[in-house]
T-cell receptor
Framework: DSGVTQTPKHLITATGQRVTLRCSPR?????VYWYQQSLDQGLQFLIQYYNGEERAKGNILERFSAQQFPDLHSELNLSSLELGDSALYFC????????????FGQGTRLTVV | SQKIEQNSEALNIQEGKTATLTCNYT??????LQWYRQDPGRGPVFLLLIRENEKEKRKERLKVTFDTTLKQSLFHITASQPADSATYLC????????????FGAGTRLAVHP
């Protein structure tokens, strides 16, 4: 158990809908990351937050947004969902903002039908 | 753009042998490399981190090398066991102030009894 909690574990929704994925980092970790993993793409970095502020952005679509709250949990919002958004979404956390290992949650499997 | 390559073919070895996985990178000089293990449907688990000024790092049966001249990292598992069967991901980072880990696609390792 990495100490990172993601909910829900599975999500099935229709195209055009909006969903919210939630992540609770390990106790004491200030940084949260979101990754997308689809079958043919591997792990793709989406966004990083550190102590409530956006720190780095990757290939995150404009339909996607995220935030980190004062209690350090984070949410990833996915809107206007398309079939191609079906993937595993992982959250990870680390103590500091850089040069450190990341601890991953078990992921949320999103299926868009 | 930065690119990280791992052997896409699965590696099959006999129990007790040493498994060696390769990670090559281009268009960047990372400050550190990390190796993760991922089991099907689960989040990656951190194994080892090696910095650019370190040639080798060990942890129990695991060993990582980092050759900045060849732009390559090798990951070794000695005395391999069937329980070591998984996908192994390398990732590099080293961006000041943020931990935008760029992952390779992973190499699937199968250890046969």
């Amino acid at each position: 158990d990495s100490g990172v909690t993601q909910t829900p574990k599975h999500l099935i929704t229709a195209t055009g809908q909006r969903v919210t994925l939630r992540c609770s980092p390990r106790s004491g970790d200030l940084s949260v990351y979101w990754y997308q993993q689809s079958l043919d793409q591997g792990l793709q970095f989406l966004i990083q937050y550190y102590n409530g502020e956006e720190r780095a952005k990757g290939n995150i679509l404009e339909r996607f947004s995220a935030q980190q709250f004062p209690d350090l949990h984070s949410e990833l919002n996915l809107s206007s969902l398309e079939l191609g958004d079906s993937a595993l979404y992982f959250c990870a956390s680390s103590v500091q903002a850089d040069r450190t290992e990341a601890f991953f949650g078990q992921g949320t499997r999103l299926t868009v039908v | 753009s930065q690119k990280i390559e791992q052997n896409s073919e699965a590696l099959n070895i006999q129990e007790g042998k040493t498994a060696t996985l390769t990670c090559n990178y281009t268009n960047y000089s990372p400050a550190y490399l990390q190796w993760y293990r991922q089991d099907p449907g689960r989040g990656p688990v951190f194994l080892l981190l090696i910095r650019e000024n370190e040639k080798e790092k060990r942890k129990e049966r695991l060993k990582v090398t980092f050759d900045t001249t060849l732009k390559q990292s090798l990951f070794h598992i000695t005395a391999s066991q069937p329980a070591d069967s998984a996908t192994y991901l390398c990732a590099f980072g080293g961006f000041w102030g943020y931990n935008k880990l760029i992952f390779g696609a992973g190499t699937r390792l199968a250890v046969h009894p």
